[in-house]
């Protein structure tokens, strides 16, 4: 379909006699541990930065926060965090369009390499030198894989539950940053001062890595990566696994596959480019507005890891409980505990995701996290100012922080990971989501490498900086992020036809096109922006009713009308593409641009 080289790799294929939901549990299980290894890296060096032995090896210098040691060259240890985004955002850019080209499996294995390599270099590093490369390296491979796995795991998902099913993988997330706090913790006991308190830490973080390279191997491609390279009946045999045990002839595997290749193949002719410089400046796009959907993933990454104030909670969160008058011991485990309480917030987030929606969650959480910072301000400058109350200040203020937690991680935590995979066509998505990546880098990077000295210079003034912030981010999100949930993937093509990026134009023109074809659920709408023909939009409607059966109608007699639907089709074809399964011939209208590259949206002038 388009010309681009393939690179197959040799996979076994045992998945080919699973069910469907083992398939899907398997992939979710797999994707999970890339996830596993970036939360355990981003939560792996506050353990490090209190080893006594890693302050002295990379020069940093002993300092006292709190009641904590730590570095006083804050400057320094914030870089040598900090620096591993930098590698993340190279390795998001560049596995994006790798994986675009060569298949999501070839970019995951490709990202464990460079994960793996780095995160043994870390382990062994002898100066700061050579830790700043090797954090450069980790973050790399790190950039790959936030990169291709949501696309991987949106991609194999259905609509309906496609933002829990991304939820479900990103739990391992906190996971991993649980089980980084909890390490450091338990190994600081039997040699406070020694090397095995930071070089075993990092050296397990290729675990994961490691058990994601031999498990990747097993697992399928994705379903509309395949079609876009013309593999079309390795497409459908992967599809029908996913979605019916295999049955290639199930009405809802016919009517998403002729979906996808439709879509697919309007993509192809517009001949859309996925270089990233083109696509955030919005050239080449065909009026499909790339550039604003390249700074929706990646500011809403960016808000959700700098202005929410999350650096502060994740990374540094010993330093906050030392703050606010608990020892050093007392501090390190409450960091564990807090963080195990994301593990709750992200379950919590599985269950509200795809039922309230992306938008519902992000203004809600973003007006939760403001009033617990400035919560938590107040207590921490209550316990400054009354050093007698400290103990119960204190706990008010350790109280609000796990609040934060609990509340960024059932809501700000995981919705721009699964809204950047989202909102991409499939020919460029990889690349797309890079976007995403690039925003996760840049929040964090800056949070980490600002947010010492933020806390050094500001104190407790720091957390009603996060407050006002956070406050701020609700006008941001109803303005300008429109709702992706319960909405298929080809669909949302829709909602970026406008000319306005302003969200109730763009809901305007997907309620438009619903009402134009009526019958048809959010959540299986395919691209049908540009279906202005009330009759071929009859006609769809009717495709869609008979694919599952139709209105009550026998299985033979829903078959028949299949059938007859197709042949009324059948000398007509103009505009679209028919799909031969079985003997059943479908058709479904190209996407969501016409033929004249005019798109639903403008044509109404929005």
Same mark, same amino acid.
């Given at each position: 379909? *388009?010309?681009?080289?393939?690179?197959?790799?040799?996979?076994?294929?045992?998945?080919?006699?699973?069910?469907?939901?083992?398939?899907?549990?398997?992939?979710?299980?797999?994707?999970?541990?890339?996830?596993?290894? $970036?939360?355990?890296?981003?939560?792996?060096?506050?353990?490090?930065?209190?080893?006594?032995?890693?302050?002295?090896?990379?020069?940093?210098?002993?300092?006292?926060?709190?009641?904590?040691?730590?570095?006083?060259?804050?400057?320094?240890?914030?870089?040598?965090?900090?620096?591993?985004?930098?590698?993340?955002?190279?390795?998001?850019?560049?596995?994006?369009?790798?994986?675009?080209?060569?298949?999501?499996?070839?970019?995951?294995?490709?990202?464990?390499?460079?994960?793996?390599?780095?995160?043994?270099?870390?382990?062994?590093?002898?100066?700061?030198?050579?830790?700043?490369?090797?954090?450069?390296? =980790?973050?790399?491979?790190?950039?790959?894989?936030?990169?291709?796995?949501?696309?991987?795991?949106?991609? =194999?998902?259905?609509?309906?539950?496609?933002?829990?099913?991304?939820?479900?993988? @990103?739990?391992?997330?906190?996971?991993?940053?649980?089980?980084?706090?909890?390490?450091?913790?338990?190994?600081?006991?039997?040699?406070?001062? &020694?090397?095995?308190?930071?070089? @075993?830490?990092?050296?397990?973080?290729?675990?994961?890595?490691?058990?994601?390279?031999?498990?990747?191997? #097993?697992?399928?491609?994705?379903?509309?990566?395949?079609?876009?390279?013309?593999?079309?009946?390795?497409?459908?045999?992967?599809?029908?696994?996913?979605?019916?045990?295999?049955?290639?002839?199930?009405?809802?595997?016919?009517?998403?596959?002729?979906?996808?290749?439709?879509?697919?193949?309007?993509?192809?002719?517009?001949?859309?480019?996925?270089?990233?410089?083109?696509?955030?400046?919005?050239?080449?796009?065909?009026?499909?507005?790339?550039?604003?959907?390249?700074?929706?993933?990646?500011?809403?990454?960016?808000?959700?890891?700098?202005?929410?104030?999350?650096?502060?909670?994740?990374?540094?969160?010993?330093?906050?409980?030392?703050?606010?008058?608990?020892?050093?011991?007392?501090?390190?485990?409450?960091?564990?505990?807090?963080?195990?309480?994301?593990?709750?917030?992200?379950?919590?987030?599985?269950?509200?995701?795809?039922?309230?929606?992306?938008?519902?969650?992000?203004?809600?959480?973003?007006?939760?996290?403001?009033? *617990?910072?400035?919560?938590?301000?107040?207590?921490?400058?209550?316990?400054?100012?009354?050093?007698?109350?400290?103990?119960?200040?204190?706990?008010?203020?350790?109280?609000?922080?796990?609040? #934060?937690?609990?509340?960024?991680?059932?809501?700000?935590?995981?919705?721009?990971?699964?809204?950047?995979? $989202?909102?991409?066509?499939?020919?460029?998505?990889?690349?797309?989501?890079?976007?995403?990546?690039?925003?996760?880098?840049?929040?964090?990077?800056?949070?980490?490498?600002?947010?010492?000295?933020?806390?050094?210079?500001?104190?407790?003034?720091?957390?009603?900086?996060?407050?006002?912030?956070?406050?701020?981010?609700?006008?941001?999100?109803?303005? @300008?992020?429109? $709702?992706?949930?319960?909405?298929?993937?080809?669909?949302? $093509?829709?909602? #970026?036809?406008?000319?306005?990026?302003?969200?109730?134009?763009?809901?305007?023109?997907?309620?438009?096109?619903?009402?134009?074809?009526?019958?048809?659920?959010?959540?299986?709408?395919?691209?049908?922006?540009?279906?202005?023909?009330?009759?071929?939009?009859?006609?769809?409607?009717?495709?869609?009713?008979?694919?599952?059966?139709?209105?009550?109608? &026998?299985?033979?007699?829903?078959?028949?009308?299949?059938?007859?639907?197709?042949?009324?089709?059948?000398?007509?074809?103009?505009?679209?593409?028919?799909?031969?399964?079985?003997?059943?011939?479908?058709?479904?209208?190209?996407?969501?641009?016409?033929?004249?590259?005019?798109?639903?949206?403008?044509?109404?002038?929005?």
């Amino acid at each position: 379909m *388009f010309n681009i080289p393939v690179f197959k790799l040799p996979q076994p294929t045992p998945w080919k006699t699973w069910s469907s939901r083992r398939l899907m549990l398997t992939l979710h299980i797999v994707d999970a541990l890339a996830l596993l290894f $970036e939360g355990y890296d981003q939560g792996v060096m506050a353990g490090v930065n209190e080893s006594p032995d890693y302050i002295r090896l990379m020069n940093l210098g002993p300092g006292i926060i709190g009641n904590l040691v730590s570095p006083n060259n804050v400057i320094k240890q914030g870089g040598i965090v900090a620096i591993y985004y930098l590698g993340s955002i190279v390795g998001g850019l560049w596995g994006g369009g790798l994986s675009d080209k060569y298949g999501r499996i070839f970019g995951i294995m490709f990202g464990v390499f460079w994960s793996v390599l780095g995160g043994a270099l870390q382990a062994g590093a002898m100066n700061i030198n050579w830790m700043l490369c090797a954090r450069l390296i =980790t973050g790399i491979g790190t950039g790959f894989l936030n990169c291709i796995i949501p696309s991987y795991t949106a991609e =194999t998902s259905e609509a309906k539950s496609r933002g829990g099913a991304i939820s479900t993988v @990103f739990l391992a997330n906190y996971t991993g940053i649980t089980i980084a706090y909890w390490l450091a913790f338990g190994v600081s006991f039997p040699d406070p001062e &020694g090397a095995f308190r930071w070089r @075993f830490p990092l050296a397990f973080q290729c675990v994961p890595g490691i058990l994601l390279g031999m498990s990747i191997m #097993f697992m399928p491609e994705s379903p509309r990566y395949l079609i876009k390279v013309g593999r079309d009946e390795e497409a459908l045999e992967i599809l029908a696994r996913l979605r019916a045990n295999g049955d290639v002839n199930h009405p809802d595997v016919k009517l998403e596959y002729a979906e996808i290749i439709e879509v697919i193949e309007e993509e192809r002719k517009m001949s859309l480019t996925n270089a990233p410089w083109r696509m955030i400046l919005g050239l080449g796009t065909k009026g499909r507005h790339f550039a604003r959907r390249a700074n929706l993933a990646m500011w809403l990454q960016i808000l959700a890891q700098l202005g929410t104030g999350i650096s502060a909670t994740t990374v540094y969160s010993p330093v906050l409980f030392g703050q606010a008058g608990y020892g050093d011991v007392k501090a390190r485990w409450l960091a564990s505990l807090n963080n195990t309480v994301g593990i709750i917030g992200s379950i919590m987030n599985i269950i509200t995701i795809d039922r309230l929606g992306r938008r519902k969650l992000l203004m809600g959480g973003a007006a939760l996290l403001g009033v *617990f910072m400035f919560l938590t301000g107040g207590f921490s400058q209550a316990t400054a100012m009354h050093p007698d109350k400290s103990a119960q200040y204190g706990a008010a203020s350790a109280a609000f922080i796990f609040l #934060f937690t609990l509340t960024y991680s059932c809501t700000w935590c995981l919705c721009p990971f699964i809204y950047a995979a $989202e909102i991409w066509p499939s020919s460029v998505r990889g690349q797309g989501n890079a976007f995403g990546v690039v925003g996760w880098s840049l929040g964090l990077g800056a949070g980490t490498l600002s947010v010492p000295k933020m806390l050094e210079s500001l104190d407790y003034n720091a957390f009603y900086v996060f407050g006002a912030l956070n406050i701020a981010w609700v006008p941001v999100v109803y303005l @300008f992020f429109p $709702e992706t949930a319960q909405r298929s993937l080809e669909s949302i $093509e829709i909602l #970026f036809s406008t000319k306005s990026p302003l969200n109730f134009h763009e809901e305007r023109a997907y309620q438009a096109a619903i009402r134009s074809n009526p019958g048809l659920d959010t959540a299986e709408l395919s691209g049908l922006s540009r279906m202005e023909d009330p009759e071929m939009a009859a006609k769809q409607t009717k495709h869609q009713e008979y694919a599952r059966g139709g209105h009550g109608a &026998g299985e033979g007699e829903a078959e028949d009308k299949r059938r007859e639907w197709a042949h009324e089709e059948g000398s007509q074809g103009r505009g679209q593409r028919r799909v031969e399964m079985s003997g059943a011939s479908t058709a479904v209208p190209s996407a969501a641009h016409s033929s004249d590259g005019e798109s639903f949206g403008e044509k109404r002038g929005l």
